[in-house]
């Protein structure tokens, strides 16, 4: 059996054996120096006690005078040496080895993994999976090869092993009984992993993160369940939300024809509708526009009753006739939604936005640092001579795909500065920063964590535990238990949260509604709401879809 000592207890025997070589070595040099160049004889005893203290830098008692130069010199380096001893050498060898001798041992082989996943490597792209798990009681172990990101690890509570496969592949000796397994190194590093495993005699579900799409087929020729690459499908959600051509703002919005319109508006600190309540707003009464719900910080509410409170640097999504929707204008900024796209950082993320939204027909701008192929201007997007040349108020939307949460914060605020009416989409970097980026302006902020937990979660726990995207949807109803009551004035159709939008009779669009309206049984409703509430809706009006 090989007997293995870290690195910090093999500096530290190291300094236990050369140390005191080190002072007899001095000591004799000492010795023959002062009979020699001083004329003074002194005792090997004498002269170990001269270079224990010099070395240790305590003084010198008695003989501290040297007349000879050369004498003078050697003094000198031991000196010095001695400093080097004192602020190198104790902090970097002798501190880590007491560090480590009491310290909470890291665990060097897999614990039993029954009923476990095992994570292999810790990142960002996990992280906001793993503390789903943790808040969720799911068990994991996370394999990781860093010793300090293992330490942190531990710290933070995370089961944890550490180990490096290539020096010791018996470190996952009990992976067999694992439930399922994650991969989430580099390319190279996962396939090596996976390859491993499967020889440990693991037959699960294992799940390898892929930087590159290219690796996809053979990983999973080896030994992977399933391969995902998340920066891709990250790029994939940025572009859904800067095009309305991928994603439109709402399903079914054709059913109603041209008669009614749908619009986003900003709801500015200094806007009427700040901090208002739907009940004295009244916007339905006095201005015949519906309030489907609002986005704040990425995510979509929809307006439950006259209590709902409108916030302000929220979006608001409004249905109405085209002329009822311009009196809104006068309260709130509307958002554009027309003209080219323009994007900054053109990494591997934002060419997966670039490519995605090209292909839907969509203009693209595209910024960055450096020029290369694709890039359109060359600056940085926090110069404001950079976005007046990209024509960036006339955008239809921004994406903010950089690869610095730090940098991305800076642009979101100069972007949300320059062009408060333009929708802003932000990459981030570590799912923790997401809030700081809606802080900064952001309208919708997503990060690789939140696609890889939606992908994994999935996968892992059953359930989508991570929500990346809202969707708005018009559906054609029957009356059902709405008949014989009026379309708006209903506490129990508030609660759902979905809110009907007009009313089908004799071949006739219904858009207002006077005091003493009541729906009848022949007529057909149009309802307009996220895809829970609509859902909510129809349980509660035990209602179908007329189609």
């Known amino acids: 059996m090989q007997f293995h000592l870290k690195r910090s207890s093999r500096r530290f025997l190291a300094i236990l054996v050369v140390l005191p070589i080190t002072v007899v070595f001095l000591a004799l040099i000492y010795m023959v120096g002062m009979e020699h160049l001083e004329g003074r004889t002194r005792t090997f005893l004498q002269s170990l006690q001269w270079a224990t203290e010099t070395i240790t830098t305590t003084g010198y008692g008695a003989d501290s005078a040297w007349s000879h130069p050369a004498m003078a010199l050697y003094v000198v380096l031991v000196q010095f040496a001695g400093q080097f001893l004192i602020f190198l050498v104790f902090p970097m060898?002798?501190?880590?080895?007491?560090?480590?001798?009491?310290?909470?041992?890291?665990?060097?082989?897999?614990?039993?993994?029954?009923?476990?996943?095992?994570?292999?490597?810790?990142?960002?792209?996990?992280?906001?999976?793993?503390?789903?798990?943790?808040?969720?009681?799911?068990?994991?172990?996370?394999?990781?090869?860093?010793?300090?990101?293992?330490?942190?690890?531990?710290?933070?509570?995370?089961?944890?092993v550490f180990g490096k496969l290539a020096d010791d592949p018996a470190v996952l000796t009990n992976v067999a009984q694992a439930k399922a397994v994650v991969a989430n190194d580099n390319d190279h590093a996962n396939a090596t992993f996976t390859m491993v495993v499967r020889e440990q005699g693991f037959t699960g579900p294992l799940y390898a993160l892929a930087?590159?799409?290219?690796?996809?087929?053979?990983?999973?020729?080896?030994?992977?369940?399933?391969?995902?690459?998340?920066?891709?499908?990250?790029?994939?959600?940025?572009?859904?939300?800067?095009?309305?051509?991928?994603?439109?703002?709402?399903?079914?919005?054709h059913l109603l024809g041209t008669k009614i319109g749908m619009a986003e508006f900003r709801v500015r600190a200094e806007s009427p509708l700040a901090g208002k309540k739907l009940?004295?707003?009244?916007?339905?009464?006095?201005?015949g526009v519906t309030l489907i719900g609002q986005w704040m910080g990425?995510?979509?509410?929809t307006t439950k009753g006259p209590q709902t409170q409108v916030e302000a640097g929220a979006i608001l999504v409004a249905v109405g006739?085209?002329?009822?929707?311009?009196?809104?204008?006068?309260?709130?900024?509307?958002?554009?939604?027309?003209g080219p796209i323009v994007l900054a950082g053109l990494g591997a993320v934002g060419q997966k936005v670039v490519e995605m939204l090209k292909d839907a027909g969509e203009t693209c701008v595209v910024i960055d640092?450096?020029?290369?192929?694709?890039?359109?201007?060359?600056?940085?997007v926090l110069e404001r001579a950079t976005l007046s040349r990209a024509n960036l108020r006339d955008a239809s939307a921004v994406v903010l795909a950089l690869s610095d949460d730090s940098e991305s914060v800076f642009a979101s605020a100069v972007v949300r500065d320059y062009a408060p009416q333009v929708p802003l989409i932000v990459r981030v970097q570590r799912t923790r920063n997401?809030?700081?980026?809606?802080?900064?302006?952001?309208?919708?902020?997503?990060?690789?964590?939140?696609?890889?937990?939606?992908?994994?979660?999935?996968?892992?726990?059953?359930?989508?535990?991570?929500?990346?995207?809202?969707?708005?949807?018009?559906?054609?109803?029957?009356?059902?238990?709405?008949?014989?009551?009026?379309?708006?004035?209903?506490?129990?159709?508030?609660?759902?949260?979905?809110k009907v939008i007009a009313v089908e009779r004799a071949g006739e669009i219904i858009v207002e509604f006077a005091d003493d309206f009541v729906v009848q049984d022949d007529d057909a409703l149009f309802v307009?709401?996220?895809l829970n509430s609509l859902e909510r809706y129809q349980r509660a009006f035990k209602t179908t879809s007329t189609v």
């Not at 535990?465 to 209903?490: D, T």
């Open 93 to 160: 060898v002798i501190l880590p080895y007491f560090e480590e001798q009491f310290e909470v041992r890291l665990q060097h082989r897999l614990p039993a993994m029954d009923g476990k996943v095992l994570f292999y490597r810790f990142g960002p792209t996990i992280e906001a999976l793993l503390d789903e798990f943790k808040n969720k009681g799911t068990p994991f172990v996370i394999l990781e090869e860093d010793m300090e990101v293992a330490r942190n690890l531990r710290d933070r509570g995370y089961e944890v």
């Open 369 to 380: 640092r450096q020029p290369g192929p694709g890039v359109d201007l060359v600056g940085s």
């Open 434 to 498: 997401t809030a700081r980026m809606y802080r900064s302006g952001a309208d919708f902020a997503i990060s690789v964590g939140q696609v890889a937990g939606q992908i994994l979660a999935f996968q892992l726990l059953g359930e989508q535990a991570l929500q990346v995207e809202n969707r708005i949807k018009f559906a054609r109803l029957h009356p059902g238990a709405l008949s014989g009551r009026h379309p708006w004035r209903n506490e129990e159709l508030d609660s759902t949260g979905a």
């Open 321 to 338: 006739t085209h002329a009822n929707l311009e009196a809104v204008e006068r309260m709130a900024m509307p958002i554009r939604r027309a």
């Open 298 to 301: 990425g995510v979509f509410t």
């Open 211 to 253: 930087d590159d799409p290219v690796y996809r087929y053979p990983m999973i020729r080896i030994g992977a369940s399933e391969v995902f690459t998340p920066a891709h499908v990250l790029g994939a959600a940025l572009a859904s939300q800067a095009s309305t051509r991928i994603s439109p703002p709402a399903e079914g919005m």
């Open 279 to 287: 009940g004295e707003l009244r916007l339905r009464e006095r201005h």
């Open 528 to 530: 307009c709401g996220s």
